[in-house]
């Protein structure tokens, strides 16, 4: 027996006593979520203060991005004051932009925590115990010690995952749109100028043409992402992806938990993790994401591209912006590459150019009029294929013979 009293067993003392000390914890069912704020918080702000942004800053922003709101409008054929409600900004901080995300996000997380909750409880089905009290810790068996030590921390360590990732991409989020995914409805737009003056420190380049290249970047990303046909589409999808990664999580749990009773065959399993995932993502769940991906990736890629063209009548230096934009992306950012990744996203330097090169094809072959009927109907989105085969989209939806 692998009770806590065991001394051939350290690991049934250690995980019984941790969760005697995790049940009587304050917090609840939502102790998973402050743990993911607070390391946010901690990670965006290196562990420092969030200051406010200055004043002077904020009005520099205003004025910018009427400006840009005009020219957005114009270039993409989309009206950015529907109802008749215009857009404002707000400047916040890297540590209110990473607890600003994660609410944004936390219906979906939610869900998650709950399929992991629901894969943890199932090993071994006949295990219901009750941290606190010494028999039930005593009579469980390493199996069933480890079962239930996965149900209780187990969306504790989800939270921190997703914490860990939010506060990374808060210390280079320039805005909102930090990824190219939808956020709750709002008019009311965030933005981080602390990191915007970086860059623009950084690349030696003019902060007041920086500040306006994110108001157009951040104009142009809310215009396409809050159509109703691609709005419907990301949400659907990311909403798809968190399942499938849930499923995911639940057959390792289960795998996991047919070696608990039986050390040599739980060391074997460890013992090869490749093997061990290997058939976990569904040929579904890798349709999900690369169609999800297909989908972020031209979005990414029209903002640039019109971002870029309207700098270039705006701006001293266009072409230096676009290059400093473009290194920036195509860097291994640690928040981005790991907060896309929980939702199955690959933001990286091949999928940059990909975007490109489809953007690129499109105009080559119709002019940038085509471009519009990318967000016109949601039966036009590009697929993966057309994504990879510019003439192929055209063709599909009769821009091309």
């Known amino acids: ?56 800053v904020r009005i520099a922003f205003e004025e910018l991005a009427r400006v840009a709101e005009l020219h957005v409008a114009d270039a993409t054929g989309i009206s950015l004051t529907a109802g008749g409600t215009g857009l404002s900004f707000d400047a916040v901080g890297p540590g209110q932009w990473s607890s600003r995300v994660l609410d944004a996000y936390r219906p979906t997380l939610q869900l998650m925590v709950e399929a992991q909750q629901q894969g943890a409880a199932a090993v071994p089905p006949t295990m219901d115990l009750d941290p606190l009290d010494p028999l039930d810790t ?98 659907t999808l990311l909403g798809d992806a968190s399942a499938h990664a849930a499923s995911a999580q639940r057959s390792l749990v289960e795998r996991l938990g047919d070696g ?38 031209v979005i990414g890629a029209y ?40 939702f199955g996203l690959d933001v990286g330097q091949a999928e940059v150019d990909r975007g490109a090169a489809f953007i690129d094809g499109v105009v080559e072959r119709a002019g940038e009029d085509a471009l519009a009927r990318l967000w016109t109907d949601e039966m036009d989105l590009p697929t993966p294929a057309d994504v990879d085969a510019p003439g192929l989209w055209l063709a599909r939806i009769g821009l091309l013979d």
């Open 303 to 342: 903002v640039d591209h019109i971002t870029s063209n309207i700098a270039a009548t705006l701006t001293s230096s266009p072409a230096a912006l676009r290059e400093a934009w473009y290194r920036y992306r195509v860097e291994e950012g640690k928040g981005e590459t790991a907060f896309a990744g929980l």
């Open 1 to 56: 027996m692998f009770g806590s009293n065991d001394p051939d067993n350290p690991m049934g003392g250690l995980l019984g006593d941790l969760l005697k000390v995790i049940g009587s914890a304050p917090g609840g069912g939502d102790s998973w979520f402050e743990a993911a704020r607070t390391l946010a918080f901690g990670v965006a702000t290196d562990g420092g203060s969030d200051d406010n942004a200055d004043p002077l």
């Open 138 to 235: 005593e009579s469980a068996g390493l199996g069933g010690l480890l079962s239930q030590f996965a149900l209780t921390l187990g969306p504790v360590f989800l939270g921190m995952q997703f914490g860990s990732a939010a506060g990374h991409l808060a210390r280079r989020a320039f805005g909102q749109y930090a990824l190219p995914l939808p956020w709750p409805e709002s008019h009311t737009l965030l933005l981080v100028p602390a990191n915007v003056a970086q860059f623009a420190e950084d690349w030696s380049l003019p902060l007041q043409e920086v500040q306006l290249w994110v108001c157009l970047r951040e104009l142009a990303m809310h215009a396409v992402v809050t159509r109703p046909g691609v709005r419907s589409s990301l949400t």
């Open 260 to 297: 608990l009773g039986d050390p040599n065959a739980l060391e074997e399993a460890m013992s090869d993790p490749e093997a061990l995932l290997a058939d976990l993502i569904s040929p579904e769940q890798r349709n999900i994401s690369n169609t999800l991906t297909a989908l972020t990736t």
